[in-house]
């Protein structure tokens, strides 16, 4: 072998290979799920490469996945004829982790096994699952395009380090040769296999084939002739876009392994929406809402959005433009045939085309909500814990759909005792007291602040309900929020509190006079606080705390000012 290497794995590989062995066993098949996704992966990439260069094909335009055993060796191979790798390729692609959110994953872990393993189930597993069942694993690959003395082979033990070297690959594409451990042999049965891939695999749009022994010519029971049939490789898995499918015909467990292969997710998905639409604009889109934010759902540079297709053919991953901001967090893909083929990241950014792709997609993913809202308040619920304040950029985001927004947000109330944001604008609307017409809230620094407000006690006095809202987001979401269902939302922090119809006259009669016993406070106050305050009023909000700041109804309240301090305004 020539101009070989030895490399150390990146730290966190090892400790990525390490917990994988030991938590994933139980669940240990899924590697070779992973291992097909990854070349499935590759048949697209060379076909997107190919549209501008056909040349890369080499004659060879027959995309598959193909798994061999040899059963005395102890090692099953997976071959396929994808885009391949270079050397610089294999050494990125196997050997680090270039996923965002790698250092929050690994700063999470715990230690305790259980807890661990869905954590890692949460960041994906990948090509290094391959050592769950292998001690030694052999990668040679080629990449298209290149001559056949530029292939590689890569070699690990999957313990601290991996050799690299130059070898001929006549065959584009890549292989891997799985070293099984000594209690792993099972995987190199083929009814094992195929079960496997029917399990897991089925959806892969490339045919995944497995080489039949050729059987001798034999006798029947009643001595008639079987012929002999020829070995060959045959295909054992539906080799067809699941998207492409009838909806009908496609059960939930394979729409749910389909998302682990486009999302590179383990988990199960929460729920998911199919939907071909036909007529002026011709697309097909499979968005699903995950069960856990990804760990840097946070990060601005966090690649989102979906995988892109046109006419079937895949075209780029994370295509942003179909997704607003604040759905960031779906999942899928969108199969267009009104784009063109040799569509890039520059045209699809001002185009008609993705705008009505856009404006449907997020139509798509409001109803899903709305569904699930509706008929699974409990799986709600679930989906608003995790993604909840993502959604609160909505409506500042989107304008056109604010009003579906607004009716799928959930917030802490006084109604209950309960941190957990739960209650719906609707609901609250549907115990508004009698002469109520505006929608209460106060913001905070946090859900106890919220709860502990002096802005509370007259509504508490008067059993109005409140809303508590006390995450960052939510001044910002108040600020684009101003009414719903033809209610407007009042801070209770906000200038001059009317209550309107909820006074009654004799309380006002009784303010009155009680306002003319203690004249000259407000000189007496107004004057010690000089230019510090705007000004000073009575207020018969309170019913314990002797005074309160409030924001002037032009003004910010208080909370943003402080958001703006801590952004160094
Ligand atoms: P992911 O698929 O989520 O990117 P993996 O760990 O499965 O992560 O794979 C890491 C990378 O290795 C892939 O992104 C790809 O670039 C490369 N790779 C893995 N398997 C293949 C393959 N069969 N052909 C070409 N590239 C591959
Ligand atoms: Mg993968």
């Keep these: 072998v020539a101009h070989q290497e030895t490399h150390g794995f990146q730290t966190e590989v090892k400790q990525l290979l390490n917990l994988m062995i030991h938590s994933l066993y139980s669940n240990k098949e899924i590697f070779l799920r992973e291992l097909v996704s990854n070349a499935a992966d590759a048949a697209d990439k060379l076909r997107f490469n190919a ?7 080499e004659n060879d335009g027959d995309l598959c996945v193909k798994l061999s055993v040899d059963k005395e060796a102890g090692t099953l191979t997976i071959t396929d004829n994808g885009i391949g790798m270079t050397r610089d390729d294999v050494i990125e692609n196997l050997g680090t982790i270039a996923k965002s959110g790698t250092k929050d994953f690994f700063s999470k872990l715990s230690g305790d096994s259980a807890k661990d393993s869905q954590l890692i189930g949460q960041f994906g597993v990948g090509f290094y699952s391959a050592f769950i069942v292998a001690d030694k694993v052999v990668v040679r690959t080629r990449a298209a395009g290149e001559s056949a003395d530029r292939g590689v082979e890569w070699t690990s033990e999957g313990e601290g380090e991996f050799t690299v070297a130059d070898i001929e690959k006549a065959e584009r594409g890549t292989e891997i040769t799985l070293y099984l451990r000594e209690d792993e042999k099972e995987f190199a049965d083929d009814w094992r296999l195929r079960s496997i891939i029917s399990k897991y695999s089925d959806h892969i749009s490339i045919p995944v084939r497995m080489y039949k022994e050729p059987i001798a010519e034999s006798e029947g029971p009643d001595g008639e002739k079987i012929p002999a049939q020829p070995g060959e490789w045959e295909t054992v ?17 394979e729409y749910k392994e389909f998302y682990k292969h486009v999302s590179h997710d383990y988990s199960d998905p929460m729920t998911w929406a199919h939907n071909k639409v036909e007529g002026k604009t011709e697309y097909t889109s499979l968005l699903y809402i995950p069960s856990k934010a990804p760990f840097d759902m946070w990060n601005r540079d966090q690649s989102h959005g979906l995988k892109l297709y046109v006419q079937r053919v895949f075209i780029m991953d994370d295509a942003e433009q179909f997704m607003p901001t604040y759905l960031r967090f779906v999942k899928g893909l969108l199969d267009s045939n009104d784009l063109p083929l040799n569509v890039s990241r520059e045209i699809l950014q001002d185009n008609k085309v993705t705008q ?66 739960s209650v719906s604008l609707a609901d609250y609307i549907s115990r508004m007291k009698e002469g109520q017409d505006k929608i209460y809230f106060v913001t ?13 006690e007259i509504f508490t006095k008067k059993g109005i309900e409140v809303l508590l809202m006390g ?8 600020q684009h929020l101003n009414e719903f269902d033809g209610k407007q939302l009042q801070s209770i922090a906000r200038g001059d509190l009317d209550l309107g119809d909820l006074e009654d006259e004799e309380s006002k009669k009784a303010q009155e006079e009680a306002e003319k016993q203690v004249e000259g406070v407000l000189e007496r106050a107004k004057s010690a606080l000089g230019e510090k305050v705007l000004d000073v009023k009575f207020t018969h909000r309170l019913t314990d705390s002797p005074a309160c700041i409030v924001a002037d109804n032009n003004g910010m309240t208080t909370q943003m ?5 801590a952004a160094g305004q």
């Design 471 to 478: 995450e960052r987001i939510d001044e910002w979401l108040m």
């Design 356 to 421: 009505s792709l856009r404006t449907g997609c997020t139509k798509r993913v409001l109803q899903m909500l709305e569904r699930m809202a509706k008929n699974d308040a409990e799986k709600y619920q679930l989906f608003w814990n995790e993604f909840g304040n993502v959604l609160k950029e909505g409506p500042a985001e989107d304008f056109s759909n604010k009003e579906k927004i607004a009716g799928l947000l959930r917030f802490a109330s006084t109604h209950n005792d309960s941190d957990e944001q």
């Design 51 to 57: 549209l501008e260069n056909d040349s890369l094909y």
């Design 561 to 565: 000012m402080k958001l703006m301090e």
């Design 237 to 253: 898995n539906k080799a067809t876009a699941l998207w492409t499918r009838d909806k009908s015909e496609i059960s939930d467990e």
């Design 444 to 456: 905070a620094d946090s859900y106890k602040a919220a709860r502990n407000s002096p802005h509370l």
